[in-house]
């Protein structure tokens, strides 16, 4: 029965997320509030997962995106694209360039929170949509990141190796131990 109370509430919070009346982190925090009150989700758990470094880390990029803006910053970066030409793909190639060399020494989400608001600036001012700017800027910031092997790791959910890691060897995608070795 638990099964199709998670997925019924499930189904609410996608039918309450595309209906967009109410905002999205209340949405959430109402799927959780009914999980908790059904007893689906332990009162004790049900507000662990807001301590993980993934969640910590796009908090902190929302704050640090809103000071960006509000600092300047943003339509310093705007300005500075807008002047190198008026083409939109020469545009996304100064901001790809700008977010791969920035994610090649810090983390690849804070250089995204520092190209994202100016893509989306550049975006609707020409009228086009912003995921068509997002999209490959996410994928420099990825690239940008590969580059560099001495930068610390650019991943909220990456785990060290550890004994009961999966491990890939010689072609085999079995999971190993350690000890197995």
């Known amino acids: 029965?638990?099964?199709?109370?998670?997925?019924?509430?499930?189904?609410?919070?996608?039918?309450?997320?595309?209906?967009?009346?109410?905002?999205?982190?209340?949405?959430?925090?109402?799927?959780?509030?009914?999980?908790?009150?059904?007893?689906?989700?332990?009162?004790?758990?049900?507000?662990?997962?807001?301590?993980?470094?993934?969640?910590?880390?796009?908090?902190?990029?929302?704050?640090?995106?809103?000071?960006?803006?509000h600092s300047g910053l943003i339509d310093l970066l705007s300005r500075w694209v807008t002047h190198a030409g008026s083409h939109l793909v020469l545009q996304i190639a100064m901001l790809c360039a700008l977010v791969a060399v920035a994610s090649a020494f810090m983390n690849n989400v804070g250089a995204l929170a520092i190209v994202m608001p100016v893509a989306i600036h550049l975006a609707r001012r020409s009228g086009h949509s912003p995921s068509l700017v997002l999209m490959p800027i996410a994928f420099a910031s990825l690239l940008g990141g590969m580059?560099?092997?001495?930068?610390?790791?650019?991943?909220?959910?990456?785990?060290?190796?550890?004994?009961?890691?999966?491990?890939?060897?010689?072609?085999?995608?079995?999971s190993r131990r350690s000890a197995d070795w």
């Open 1 to 69: 029965m638990d099964h199709l109370i998670v997925f019924a509430t499930l189904a609410g919070t996608l039918a309450l997320f595309v209906w967009g009346r109410i905002r999205h982190d209340f949405v959430a925090l109402i799927s959780l509030f009914v999980l908790v009150l059904l007893g689906i989700v332990a009162p004790a758990q049900a507000f662990a997962g807001f301590g993980h470094p993934a969640v910590i880390t796009v908090a902190a990029v929302l704050v640090i995106g809103r000071a960006l803006e």
């Open 147 to 174: 580059t560099t092997r001495s930068a610390p790791r650019r991943t909220s959910s990456s785990r060290p190796s550890g004994p009961t890691n999966p491990v890939r060897h010689s072609g085999c995608s079995t």
